[in-house]
Structures are given as structure tokens and as C-alpha cells.
């Protein structure tokens, strides 16, 4: 009979598809400073030995195990690789070794087969079809914001390379619905504060360098032109107007949020 050796125990230990991903990890790395020593230190042993006892025989699966392989099927088929896969498989792993999914577990693995569901699949079938001028604005909108922060460089060159481009229904939520995007198309779509040809005065808040491109004492300028830009920041009041200061003769952009009503004090 062959010798077992510490490279046969390992392989047997991580093929085990119950073991958690902490253990896996650490197992993995105990393996990788024996296979450079040719040794195992005796606490490093000892841990090993401990985990081989603790995973000797297969736990009972808990609930739910069941309900994984439709998920993980059209996971693997439509995003493989991507954070909601890797998930779905360390909740299987978990699930197989015994240990219940906690609440915010279960919270995140429902949201993700609502992302999957039958309904959200036969949206992706008809994508294409269903591209209309509202998500293509939307879509350049964030791009634009996107090319000055240096995020979604690959969307962002395919998209200037191809104007009519039309993106994966998962490509288009990734960068037209985290957080950062939301806010930018809030400011684009939302109703303008100060209508064109309204009289405003600079905010508080405006830079020191928007302050300078107005000579008058109040600081007012006429609104130009909304929605001049794309905005540049992800922030309440981010839509960008066109103004042209009261006295000066050169225009310039400025966001809504550094604008207020402009009022004249009166002569006492």
C-alpha cells in the first residue's frame, strides 16, 4: 500500500466542497509552506490535524441547499466570475458544511435571485429591443461622468469608439445604478433650480476661482443656459448651468449647488 503523504492529505482535505472558505484559505496556505519547506512546523501541524478531524466526515446539509443550483446555473451562463457567483458559492459552501446563513446573509442571496428571477431573465432576452433614447442618454450621461474619474475605462473607450453601442443589460445597471451615478443622473434629470435668464448670485460655497470671473460687487450673473454639462460630481445639486456675470463679458460654468437667488440690497 502506498505511503500517504502530506500532499495526499491536503488534496483530500481541500476537495471536500463542505470546507468553509476561512479554513480553505488557511489550509491553502499551510499547504503552500509545506510544498516551500518540505515541512510542517508542529503548530502548524497541529492545525492542520485539527482541521482534518473537524471536516473527517460530512456534516447533514443545511435547508435551503436545494434551492442553490438553479441560481448558480444561470450565474455561471450570464455573469460568470462576477461578486453575485462568488457569493451564491460561498453560501453553498457554507450550506454544505452544515452552518445556517445568517439574516444579512439571506438578505443579499434573496436580492440576487431576484436579479435571476424568470421575470429579470426574459428582460435580458428582449434587451436589445427594449434599448431606447432614455437609457442611451442615461448611459452617455454616467460615461461622462465616468471618463473624468477614470472608472469604467473599458465601457468608456467602447462607448467613444462607437457612439450607437448598445451594452449588456447588466453592463448598463453596473454603471448607470450604483450610487455614484444615481446622484449624477438626479442633478441631469431634475428640474432646474434657476430658470434661463434668471438673475443669480454666487453661493457661499462656490470656489474661489468662479468667485473671480465676477467683477460686480453681489457676485450676480444671469443663468445662461441649463444642464450646460455633464455633471461633474456625484452630489446633491450637482447640475451644471451656463452663466454669464452682471458686468463681465466672458461665460462660464458653474454647478446648482453653489448658485442662489441673486438679489440687489437695496440703497439705504
Known sequence: MPRITYHDRFASLLAKDYVSDRDRRFAESLYGHYKRKGSLTSGRRRCFIQMEERYATRPEPAAGIENLTPILSRLADIDPGSWD???????????????????????????????????????????????????????????????????????????????????????????????????????????????????????????????????????????????????????RGCKIYKVLPVGGSQTFLIEERHLKRGRVPKKK
Open 85 to 235: 457567483e462568488q457569493f451564491v458559492m460561498s453560501v453553498k459552501t457554507q450550506l454544505l458544511g452544515g452552518r445556517q446563513l445568517s439574516d444579512r446573509q439571506t438578505d443579499i442571496l434573496h436580492k440576487i435571485e431576484a436579479k435571476y428571477s424568470d421575470d429579470e431573465m426574459a428582460k435580458r432576452q428582449t434587451w436589445a429591443t427594449d434599448w431606447d433614447d432614455e437609457k442611451a442618454e442615461n448611459y452617455r450621461i454616467a460615461l461622462s461622468y465616468y471618463r473624468q474619474t477614470g472608472y469604467f475605462h473599458r465601457q468608456v473607450n467602447t462607448a467613444s469608439q462607437d457612439p450607437d453601442f448598445v451594452p449588456t443589460r447588466e453592463e448598463y445597471r453596473k454603471v448607470t445604478e450604483n450610487k455614484f451615478a444615481r446622484k449624477v443622473l438626479a442633478g441631469w434629470h431634475a428640474e432646474p433650480k434657476f430658470a434661463t435668464g434668471a438673475m443669480v448670485a454666487l453661493a457661499a460655497g462656490a470656489h474661489w476661482t468662479e468667485t473671480q470671473k465676477c467683477p460686480n460687487k453681489y457676485k450676480l450673473c444671469m443663468v445662461v443656459a441649463t444642464n450646460a454639462a455633464t455633471p461633474t460630481s456625484a452630489a
